[in-house]
């Protein structure tokens, strides 16, 4: 009599979905214990938490579905992160420039962060130059809208060193990430690899 053998393989996707879902469930629960004065603040988190788990179910998938879930992974993820820092500052105004950070720059996030995580040096180039040209405009936008039209309150009063120092912490990011040498080793890595 032939028997199939009941031992099941683990699949890592399944566990990290498994525990994505048990701690959103114990965060919905927390919220529903407390009739919703917990997560009070903390609601956007219901937008980022599905994101991040649809971006990790993402590096289990084929490129022609992993990519464009990938961006719509970052996209969630980023609105998420922007409401958050709305509800937290209770500051919406931000809207009339923060819409850059969802596109280009939520998409090329998606698209670098797939790219990296599958070595595919296509999609972290295409992702970076829009997540650079999507933080560019970020600032432009944000320093047209706070600082000349004063949409704050600020002024010029903090608005030249709040700029300065935007413009410092952006062009050093730029310089400190160098995807061509990040693309070389891991060439260097897939040789040494192909060797043994």
Do not use: C
Not at 20 to 41: C, K, P, Q, S
Not at 174 to 186: I, M, P, Q, V
């Amino acid at each position: 009599m032939n028997q199939k053998s009941s031992h099941q393989t683990f699949n890592p996707a399944v566990g990290i979905l498994a525990g994505l879902a048990i701690l959103a469930g114990i965060l919905f629960l927390a919220d529903g214990m407390f009739a919703g004065r917990l997560g009070a603040n903390l609601w956007p988190l219901r937008i980022i938490v599905p994101g991040v788990a649809l971006f990790v179910g993402t590096l289990f998938m084929d490129e022609k579905i992993g990519v464009p879930l990938s961006i719509v992974s970052f996209t969630t993820t980023m609105t998420g992160v922007i409401l958050m820092v709305h509800v937290l500052t209770d500051y919406w105004a931000t809207w009339a420039y923060s819409w850059t950070l969802l596109f280009p720059t939520a998409v090329g996030f998606g698209l670098l962060a797939y790219g990296l995580a599958k070595t595919n040096p296509k999609l972290r180039r295409a992702g970076w130059s829009l997540t650079k040209a999507g933080l560019g405009l970020f600032l432009v936008f944000g320093v047209f809208f706070e600082f000349i039209i004063g949409l704050g309150g600020f002024g010029l009063n903090y608005g030249w060193p709040l700029l300065l120092i935007s413009l410092g912490l952006f062009a050093f990011s730029l310089r400190g990430f160098d995807l061509k040498e990040y693309d070389r080793l891991l060439d260097k890595e897939a040789d040494k690899k192909a060797s043994f």
